[in-house]
């Protein structure tokens, strides 16, 4: 079994604060989840989570026009530049100020980073001819403002661009020295300026503040009192009237909302602006007449940020309160992606038996059941009136199990999506373990409260029995895989294993030295793992009674320290023990973690570990560090736990609606830190990822299958320009190795297309079964959109029948790509079909029709006709229609007849300039 795992993408969170971006193609849409960033495709009903972390929250994310290159920022201002293609992290860098908007120049040369009161601009990185050791270089900081900046925006010539700040202006700044002198600044609102925006002809300007006003600004001239003398010449009233043009307010717009303006966003090539509030309303206008569109709520709390996609169909919401996602299509007046994430913490997960779905439950009472696929919500449930803590699936599937602290255990229909039977105890108990027969007929469930396990039928939903015995509460509960036999831990040390469909109820307990957290049971009921808080886990023979192994992780579950601890994480005796465990599907590996940062994977037959993944590194959470640092450390507690509501600079926060001792459900802004844990572990059922239910959200650790890039036999030798060389001296097979070594697409596109198709057999029959699964990934992906067909099937032909063995002994690692192809496959022969059934009866016409046949022979005649006349018309007709040949054909020719491929390639380059 292959542990090579890594996180694939982030579930249970879709946005948490900071700006929404979306691609240049407008087809997905970028959001910050805490310290990560989430891409989810529209058009394709995908997302996934790129694997870096920041240190602390991000505040703003930017892609360049080319949407190769993205610059996130967390809340300290230290930013990531990433390759947005290959996902990988290029630079760390520090602009020391809090960032409060960050947008990259429409020519891509440049960006501007609002840094506090002022405007940082630098150049972007790239491929260069001068050699630079600092990949960001600065070109220049700007000044004026007395407040922080709030939002920057370009002029579509990317010379000139708009700031709009606190201190209730707006201003113009130019790029370059030469155009100076339009830079200027805009004052004339009451309240802090939230956005502005250039027109598309950049002949006006629009400025939103907060209190609601919008205005329209326009370079005029100013009104002139005396008269010019007749005597003057033009030209120097044209440079005096140069000299008193301005920028002045021509219209002033209120939007007539009690809530306050929270965020907008313009696009140009409409003329729609779209207006976020504090209420959740959004407004849609059309400017310059201020015509309303649409004004609809989306929210029950304020939209912190909107976006609009490069068409201007998509409008992009975020509300930070609850954690909403919105991205809505305002002509159909319909949602493409309405996503909302827990409003707490997770406390349980659960795969569904085929791994399609996973399930999710919180402290906010919702079950919210995921695509494991797209990674998007399909539905929640919210009939629990508090937290829900266990969830398990029936063996078929179809049926849901959830345990509650409100008292009952709920069954899910996951087919029409409804609760059919609610399960409740004689006397109130809050349920916090859950544990679901195989068969589906009997569910049983533990309590903190009570000593004793309830029994219910599924059916019936009626009390079956209240099995007595434990002499502590009841902290896990596990069937297993056969025979019916449930084991029950408690806090009384000891773990019982019962079996249920016995005569006999009495069971001898498994005694252990500490309070057990968790127990599980591998799938095939021959082995139980017992989680203690000495941080030990043993291993029990059920059958027998005995102990078969133990496994010592109090120094591998080890976290980092609080920020309110004195003392580094070493010295902590803190959450050095399990809570979470899970079995691999065939029982070799076990998962474990806990109230930490680290979850571990171990090797069940030999008691070691194998890996030790981090779930996250955010160190606005607690837990994650691991040093002390005596600086932060005040004579009042920890620095960052010191209320400042009240030195804020806006009104709204520096109110205190707190209530006295609250730490949930507060509507003040006071600082909390949630520390770091995981709730939940489990393996999907094909072992191919896990989930991991934190803090941070649902984690969800896959076997990377994504084409990228593998230093594995990487030469020196082996680059673009060397894989081209061999493609042009023909070794076809040597450069397509080459070009997967490398991880291009374009290359590894180039060099496919390339080969001959005499040569596709051979090349197939010699290819490295390393490749194998790339290469037949790579053709299921090219035919969606490509019109080589019969390439295609040709190289789907070829490879299939020299690997076919091979293919067919691994074909769980080629599922994937096997499914890509017999998609292909089947599209094209339904196409096929129907176009051959739409001509058979127009042969059947054409055979039928005797008299057109004759029509058709005495056609042929006149035109041999035609043909002895153009004969006799001599020589000349030829000479031009050869020299008219040569004006045409004259190019391809030439480069038919040159001697390598190497010419060929220059010639190309110089027609593709011509063109």
Not at 184 to 210: C, M, N, P, W
Not at 511 to 517: E, G, H, I, K, R
Not at 563 to 581: E, G, I, P, V, Y
Request: glycine share 8%; net charge negative; with cysteine.
């Amino acid at each position: 079994m292959s542990i090579d795992f890594k996180l694939s993408t982030l579930l249970g969170t879709v946005y948490r604060q900071g700006n929404l971006l979306f691609t240049p193609d407008g087809t997905c849409i970028l959001s910050p989840v805490g310290n990560r960033v989430s891409l989810f495709d529209l058009v394709n009903n995908k997302s996934f989570t790129f694997a870096y972390e920041h240190r602390k929250n991000i505040a703003r994310i930017a892609l360049n026009p080319q949407a190769t290159l993205m610059l996130s920022i967390d809340n300290d201002g230290r930013a990531i530049l990433v390759n947005f293609v290959r996902r990988t992290v290029i630079h760390h860098f520090n602009f020391k100020d809090r960032v409060l908007d960050v947008k990259f120049a429409p020519d891509g040369q440049h960006f501007a980073v609002a840094a506090g009161r002022h405007i940082q601009v630098w150049r972007t990185p790239g491929a260069s001819e001068q050699k630079q050791f600092a990949p960001f270089i600065r070109h220049r900081i700007y000044t004026g403002h007395f407040a922080e900046v709030t939002s920057i925006t370009w002029s579509g010539d990317s010379r000139f661009f708009l700031t709009s700040s606190k201190d209730l202006t707006a201003r113009v700044y130019s790029l370059n020295s030469r155009d100076s002198a339009a830079a200027t600044t805009l004052a004339g609102h009451r309240d802090a300026v939230v956005g502005a925006f250039f027109s598309s002809d950049q002949e006006s300007i629009y400025t939103v503040s907060k209190d609601g006003a919008l205005f329209q600004w326009k370079y005029v001239p100013r009104n002139f009192e005396a008269e010019p003398n007749e005597d003057e010449e033009d030209e120097k009233m044209e440079e005096e009237r140069e000299k008193t043009m301005r920028w002045r307010i021509v219209s002033k717009h209120y939007f007539m909302q009690e809530a306050k303006v929270k965020c907008a966003a313009f696009h140009e090539q409409s003329n729609l602006l779209v207006v976020g509030f504090a209420s959740g309303i959004f407004g849609l206008y059309e400017l310059p007449d201020f015509v309303t569109i649409q004004t609809l709520s989306i929210s029950q709390n304020e939209i912190d940020f909107v976006t609009i996609n490069k068409t201007g169909e998509w409008l992009g919401f975020g509300a930070a309160k609850l954690g909403q996602l919105l991205v809505w299509e305002w002509q159909s007046e319909s949602y493409i992606l309405k996503q909302q994430g827990h409003f707490d913490s997770l406390n349980a997960l659960v795969y569904s038996p085929d791994g399609t779905k996973i399930v999710t439950g919180g402290d906010d009472g919702k079950i919210k059941v995921w695509d494991a696929i797209s990674g998007f919500a399909i539905v929640t449930f919210t009939e629990h009136q508090s937290a829900v803590t266990d969830l398990h699936f029936t063996k078929r599937g179809n049926v849901l199990f959830s345990a509650s602290l409100d008292g009952s255990v709920r069954a899910w229909d996951l087919v029409r999506y409804r609760n059919f039977r609610t399960y409740t105890a004689p006397k109130r108990v809050q349920f916090t373990s859950l544990a679901v027969d195989p068969s589906g007929e009997v569910v049983c469930a533990g309590s903190l409260d009570d000593f004793d396990i309830h029994l219910w039928s599924v059916q019936t939903a009626q009390l079956l029995d209240r099995l007595s015995g434990h002499t502590g509460p009841v902290s896990s509960l596990c069937f297993g895989g056969e025979n019916g036999v449930l084991a029950s831990a408690s806090w009384d040390r000891t773990v019982r294993v019962w079996n249920i469909f016995g005569r006999q109820t009495h069971v001898e307990p498994l005694q252990l030295q500490s309070d057990v957290t968790r127990v599980v049971m591998r799938p095939d009921s021959k082995q139980i793992a017992v989680s203690t808080t000495d941080g030990q886990i043993t291993l029990w023979d059920p059958e027998l009674g005995k102990q078969v192994g133990t496994i010592d992780g109090k120094e591998d579950i080890a976290g980092g320290r609080h920020m309110a601890d004195q003392f580094t994480a070493a010295s902590s005796k803190r959450s050095r023990h399990f809570t979470n465990l899970c079995y691999s599907s065939d029982g070799s590996i076990l998962l474990a973690g806990g109230n930490s940062k680290h979850i571990c994977l171990y090797d069940v037959g030999n008691e070691v570990l194998l890996r030790k993944f981090v779930i996250s590194r955010n160190m606005a959470l607690d837990g994650t560090l691991d040093k002390f640092n005596s600086k932060n450390m005040t004579e009042a507690g920890p620095l960052e736990l010191i209320d400042t509501t009240g030195e804020a600079s806006d009104l709204e926060d520096r109110i205190d609606n707190s209530l006295p001792g609250a730490q949930r459900g507060d509507a003040s802004a006071r600082k909390v830190r949630p520390a770091i844990r995981s709730t939940g572990i489990q393996f999907s059922p094909t072992n191919r990822s896990f989930g991991v239910a934190s803090t941070e959200g649902l984690l969800v650790y896959s076997i990377d299958d994504e084409l990228v890039f593998d230093p594995f036999d990487l030469d020196i030798d082996i680059t673009v320009s060397s894989t081209m060389e061999k493609l042009a001296e023909q070794e076809f097979l040597t450069a397509l190795v080459m070009a997967f070594r490398l991880g291009e697409r374009k290359l590894i596109h180039r060099v496919y297309e390339s080969v001959p198709l005499g040569d596709v057999s051979l090349v197939a029959k010699d290819l490295p079964v390393v490749y194998l699964e790339r290469l037949l990934r790579f053709i299921g992906s090219l035919t969606d959109d490509s019109p080589h067909v019969e390439y295609h099937l040709l190289w789907i032909q070829s490879l299939l029948t020299s690997h076919g063995r091979y293919v067919t002994k691994n074909r769980r690692d080629f599922g994937n790509a096997l499914r890509s192809l017999q998609k292909f496959v089947t599209r094209l022969n339904k196409e096929v079909s129907r176009l051959s059934s739409s001509n058979l009866f127009t042969l059947q016409y054409l055979l039928s029709n005797q008299a057109g046949e004759a029509d058709g022979i005495d056609g042929a005649a006149a035109m041999d006709v035609d043909k002895d006349v153009s004969e006799e018309s001599g020589a000349s007709e030829d000479e031009e229609m050869d020299e008219d040949e040569e004006g045409w054909f004259g190019p391809e020719s030439k480069v038919d007849s040159l001697p390598d491929g190497k010419e060929a390639d220059s010639d190309d380059s110089d027609d593709s300039d011509d063109e």
